[in-house]
C-alpha cells in the first residue's frame, strides 16, 4: 500500500512539475522581470539588509528564475540557497546567478529539507502553493538560527485574508508592509 501512495506522490508531483515547467518555458513568468514587480522584490531587499545587515544566510522557497537572488546581490547575503518545482527555472537562475556564494536546487517546498540553518527563510507568493501553509511554515521555521526570521508575501486576492488569519497564530508579527502597483497589490509579512 505505501509503495502504491509513493507512486501516486511521485505522479502528482511530476505533474505539477510539468505544469510550472511548461509555464516557465512559454515566457508566462516573464512579467516577474517588469517593472510593476520592482516594488515587491524592493521591499524584500529592504527587510533583509535592515534587520540582517552584514552577510545572513537565506533561503528562498519557490525561487523561480532567482530573481530576488540577483536584486540582492552578493555582498548582501553570506550564503543563498534557492529552491524551486521547475528544473527549467532553476537551470535559469543558475546559469544567470554567476555567484560561488549560491546554489540552486529542484525540490518541492512540501517536501524539502534544508541543509542547514538560515537567518533569512523567504517564501515570495509561493506559500499559497503548499498543501499546508501553516504547516510548512512551522516547518521551516525550525530551520531558522536563533533570531532567525521568516518573510511571507501573498498577492491580496479573495482568500489572502483566511490565509494570514491561517498563519497569524502561529507566528510573532515584526512588520510588515504593502506593496501596490497598476496590476495588483502585495502583502509581505516579517514572522518570527
Known amino acids: ?34 517593472m510593476d514587480e520592482l516594488a515587491r522584490f524592493s521591499v524584500i531587499v529592504g527587510y533583509v539588509k535592515f534587520l540582517k545587515p552584514g552577510q545572513p544566510d537565506i533561503l528562498e522557497i519557490g525561487c523561480g528564475e532567482g530573481l530576488l537572488q540577483q536584486r540582492l546581490q552578493t555582498q548582501n547575503y553570506g550564503r543563498y540557497v534557492g529552491t524551486d518545482i521547475s528544473d527549467l527555472a532553476i537551470q535559469k537562475a543558475a546559469q544567470d546567478a554567476g555567484d560561488e556564494k549560491c546554489a540552486y536546487l529542484v525540490a518541492d517546498m512540501d517536501t524539502y529539507k534544508p541543509d542547514g540553518q538560515f537567518d533569512m527563510i523567504i517564501f515570495n507568493e509561493v506559500i499559497y502553493y503548499s498543501k499546508h501553509p501553516l504547516k510548512t511554515l512551522q516547518r521551516y521555521s525550525t530551520y531558522l538560527k536563533p533570531e532567525g526570521l521568516l518573510i511571507v508575501t501573498i498577492n491580496d486576492h479573495k482568500h489572502s485574508a483566511e490565509l494570514w488569519n491561517g498563519i497569524k497564530d502561529g507566528f510573532q508579527l515584526v512588520d510588515e508592509a504593502t506593496t501596490i502597483t497598476a496590476k495588483s497589490t502585495c502583502v509581505c509579512k516579517i514572522l518570527a
Do not use: E, T
Not at 6 to 25: A, M
Open 1 to 34: 500500500m505505501n509503495n502504491l501512495i509513493s507512486f501516486f506522490k511521485r505522479k502528482i508531483l511530476r505533474i505539477n512539475r510539468d505544469r510550472w515547467n511548461h509555464q516557465y518555458g512559454k515566457g508566462l513568468w516573464d512579467g516577474l522581470k517588469a
